[in-house]
């Protein structure tokens, strides 16, 4: 009977079951077509090259929702035992194990599709579907093995962020730049640490139930670790203006000065704003939430206008 009425699934249960709001995490794939300045580019060649990293953002959105689809179903009895995971369509039984066995199919082949029309479209992004590969399997690694081992399940999970960076870069394909890497490395390592911090202070003494990895941290310990991360962050960001001056992600009229530097209060703004959200909110815990914080998203928006003169309109 219940089986019969999980075999209609819900718009709602779907959404979260893939994870929906995650599918945001994966604008990084944009992220070496605008700042390799490719915006610039011919109408015909800029289209050409966007449609493949949108291709690749699809690949990527339909990689990681079977990702979460896996992981659900392998932490379904933890998941039951955790107040807020206990929702989630496979643990509150909404969702059948045949329907997410048939939504992972789906997810892989639909992945595949993406790659392989991005390497007919242009043979030189054939990086891309190495990386949509290595991409899946650190997913698989991280679900069944490496979310156990304390330090390494935060560096899998920033590692997952720069491996979106850099299939974007193939997609295109452009020149990878180190400092694109490093910024986005530490960003998700702050931010992936303080989701740790949330998920240890909501369970306490039950983190061990839904968390194996858990109470082999310390509220102290991950709040040094957080700070070290923000730090690196924003220095990452500011050496990466340092030096943008002499590289393609300006505009050619505005070369050889050093302007990308004004965009680091933005970039200050925002690492403090969400930690003090971490603090004060649910945040921490589900960062996709902080899409609701007006201040942040006025920030970023400042930000990207600002860095959108600068790659784009100041060469007009």
């Known amino acids: 009977m219940s089986e019969n009425r999980n075999e209609t699934l819900s718009f709602s249960d779907f959404a979260r079951a893939v994870r929906m709001r995650q599918w945001a995490k994966n604008a990084l794939i944009f992220a070496g077509f605008i700042f ?41 009895e933890r998941d039951r035992l955790h107040p807020k995971k206990k929702l989630r369509p496979l643990a509150s ?59 390494v399940d935060v560096l899998c999970l920033s590692s997952g ?10 997609a295109v394909p452009v020149l990878i730049s180190p400092w694109i890497i490093f910024c986005t490395f530490t960003l998700a390592l702050f931010i992936a640490l303080c989701k ?33 991360a923000a730090g690196l962050t924003i220095m990452a960001y500011s050496l990466y203006t340092f030096q943008a001056e002499t590289s393609t992600a300006l505009a050619p009229a505005l070369r050889d000065k050093p302007l990308l530097m004004v965009s680091i209060p933005f970039v200050v703004y925002g690492v403090f704003r969400f ?8 945040v921490g815990g589900e960062p996709e939430s902080a899409l609701r914080d007006k201040p942040l998203m006025i920030n970023v928006f400042a930000w990207t206008i600002l860095v959108a003169f600068l790659t784009v309109l100041g060469g007009i």
């Open 36 to 76: 390799a300045g490719r915006l610039r580019a011919a109408a015909p060649e800029m289209l050409e090259e966007f449609a493949r990293v949108l291709l690749a953002f699809v690949c990527f959105c339909a990689l990681s929702s079977a990702a979460y689809l896996i992981n659900d179903w392998q932490d379904i």
């Open 93 to 151: 039984g909404r969702m059948s194990t045949q329907i997410a066995l048939q939504l992972i199919i789906g997810a892989i082949l639909l992945a595949g599709f993406c790659s392989a029309a991005i390497v007919l479209l242009n043979r030189e992004a054939w990086g891309f579907a190495l990386s949509a590969l290595f991409y899946w399997i650190l997913t698989l690694a991280y679900s069944w093995k490496l979310k156990h081992e304390v330090i």
């Open 196 to 228: 740790r911090r949330a998920e240890l202070l909501e369970m306490g003494d039950d983190a061990v139930s839904t968390r194996g990895v858990l109470p082999l941290y310390s509220v102290p310990l991950l709040d040094t670790f957080i700070a070290i």
């Open 161 to 170: 962020f720069v491996i979106r960076v850099v299939a974007g870069c193939l």
């Open 275 to 282: 930690l003090f959200l971490a603090h004060s909110s649910p």
